[in-house]
Structures are given as structure tokens and as C-alpha cells.
């Protein structure tokens, strides 16, 4: 098993910062090549028995995960941070209460310090969502009445004016030269499509108020259909968190000074399934610990 050190971290998570800052290494994935060459040969300049390459990306995305949470959490209202200490800091509530409905993953830096967190802000910021300008699905959108056709109707219609007229008989005739007998000024006639009564056809123009009726009539057919899938998140959630509670107890009572902390937060992961968890829960011994270990070398080979 790899044993990572805060020192080791800082030497390959300044190594990326150098390489992206100073010589632009950054690619659309990542990073490119060059970049992971270098940060792998600074971790390996003094070691008996080298990284490996999938070892260093392993534990960058490893590394980038625990600060994903870790960010999110420090961005939330009555939360941040403390740079003295490099743990997550209690502003204006109580880590209960900051807790309640909160993944489980979150719990577990309730005392734990992130010593990387200045230098993952550096490197990761910007490639996260943290949360801080998500919105949800039941998000009020501002409503814009729609546009009455008035005043470009009107334009348009001047403009046509300025063209040569039709005749009912289908003749054209230029402005200049059709008149009305005794008025001494010009005045068009346009050709109008008769109806059954004699009388012209009217344009019909949706008014405003028709509109909203029918975005309001929109929104009132969808909001039962979103209420009814959250209400099905919510109630899925609480069971989750619940079978997971008990596991992350044995989890930490049992392995906190068995696993790395990268292992740890891997085991958290690993337990938000609810399925995994009742498994954990049951089995005991050595049993537990060799089924936990196993399953964390699923999760960091990307099995899962």
C-alpha cells in the first residue's frame, strides 16, 4: 500500500502549479504530458522504490476529491475556513446543524485538517462546482411578458406602403399614380382577402395577458411532476444516510489509525452505498477489514 505524506503532496502539487502557471502544461483533460513527467520525477528524485505514474494520477484525483468537498463545504453560508490550523471552520452555526442532510463524506472533516488546501485552491479553482452559483430545478426564472407586434407591425407595414399597390382586379399601380377622384391628394389601396360576409379579415395578435395565461397554465402541469421526483430524492436519501451513519461509526472507531487518510476518505465513498453499508455493518473481524481493504482497491483502480 502507497503511503502518501503531506511533504509528498506539496512536491508534486507545486510541480503541476509550476508547470501550468509557468509554462502553460494545462490541457482541456488535465494537464498535458509533460507536466506529469515532471511532477513524477520530483517525487521520485530521493526514493528507493519509485511511483508509478498511475500511482500520482490515482492520488491527484484522490487529492482533488477531498478538496472538491472540502470547497463546497467552506463555501456554504456560516462555514470557512481556518488557514492557522488548515481545518474547516464553524462561522455563524453548529457543525450538527451544518450537518443535517449533508452527505456523509462531509462528517468526516468535521476535525480532520487539509494541509494541501492552499495549494489544491491554486491548482483547482475554477475546474470545480462548488456550488456556489448552482441552482436547482424549482428555481423561479424571471418572467418577460411577451411583446405585442404593435409597433413592428406597424413598421412593416410602412415599409410595404412605400412599394407599389395591387388592385383588386390585380393591376399594380405605383403611389405617384393612384389617386382618389375629387380628394386632390394621393391615398393607397391595398388589395384585402374578402371573407364570406364582405368583410375584411382580421389579424389575430396574442395578447399579453394570453401568454402568461399560458406559461402560468405550463408551470402549474410541471410542478406536481417536480415536487413528486424530490419528494422520491429526499426519501431516498434519508435511507442512505441512515443504513450509512452506524457503518461510518465502525469505520472510525476501527480504522482510523489502520487507513491513510486517503484510504478513509476512499472507505467514506465507498459506504454511502447503502448496499456496502449494511454488508460492512454485518461482517466483523477480519473479515471486515480484509472485504474493506479490497473494496478500496476497487475504488482507486476505478472498478467501482
Known amino acids: 500500500m502507497v503511503l502518501w505524506t503531506h511533504e509528498l503532496d506539496c512536491v508534486w502539487l507545486e510541480e503541476l502549479l509550476h508547470q501550468s502557471v509557468m509554462f502553460g502544461k494545462r490541457a482541456r483533460s488535465g494537464y498535458k504530458k509533460e507536466a506529469w513527467v515532471s511532477a513524477l520525477q520530483k517525487i521520485n528524485a ?85 456550488g456556489r452559483f448552482a441552482s436547482t430545478s424549482t428555481t423561479v426564472t424571471p418572467f418577460a411578458p411577451p411583446q ?46 374578402q371573407n364570406d360576409s364582405g368583410g375584411s379579415k382580421r389579424r389575430h395578435r396574442a395578447s399579453a395577458a394570453s401568454g402568461m395565461t399560458e406559461q402560468f397554465k405550463a408551470q402549474n402541469e410541471i410542478a406536481p411532476k417536480e415536487l413528486e421526483l424530490y419528494s422520491q430524492v429526499l426519501a431516498t436519501t434519508k435511507t442512505n444516510e441512515t443504513e450509512a451513519v452506524p ?41 471486515r477489514e480484509a472485504w474493506l481493504q479490497r473494496q478500496i482497491e476497487r475504488a482507486q483502480s476505478n472498478q467501482f
Open 46 to 130: 530521493d526514493r528507493v522504490l519509485p511511483f508509478k505514474m498511475s500511482q500520482l494520477k490515482s492520488r491527484h484525483d484522490a487529492i482533488k476529491s477531498m478538496y472538491g468537498v472540502i470547497s463546497r463545504i467552506v463555501n456554504t453560508s456560516g462555514m470557512g475556513w481556518e488557514a492557522t490550523t488548515c481545518r474547516v471552520l464553524c462561522n455563524e452555526t453548529t457543525w450538527d446543524h451544518f450537518l443535517a442532510g449533508k452527505p456523509p463524506s462531509f462528517a468526516i472533516w468535521k476535525d480532520r485538517p487539509f494541509p494541501q488546501y492552499d495549494l489544491c485552491q491554486q491548482l483547482f479553482e475554477g475546474t470545480l462546482a462548488t
Open 148 to 193: 405585442t407586434s404593435s409597433a413592428s407591425d406597424d413598421d412593416g407595414q410602412d415599409n410595404d406602403d412605400q412599394g407599389n399597390d395591387v388592385d383588386l382586379d390585380g393591376s399594380v399601380h405605383s403611389d405617384a399614380t393612384v389617386q382618389e377622384p375629387n380628394s386632390g391628394q394621393r391615398k393607397r389601396r391595398q388589395a384585402a382577402p
Open 247 to 287: 457503518a461510518l461509526d465502525i469505520l472510525q472507531d476501527e480504522f482510523e489509525h489502520v487507513l491513510s487518510l486517503e484510504n478513509m476518505v476512499t472507505a467514506v465513498e465507498i459506504l454511502e452505498s447503502s448496499d456496502r453499508s449494511r454488508t460492512f455493518v454485518h461482517l466483523k473481524g477480519r473479515v
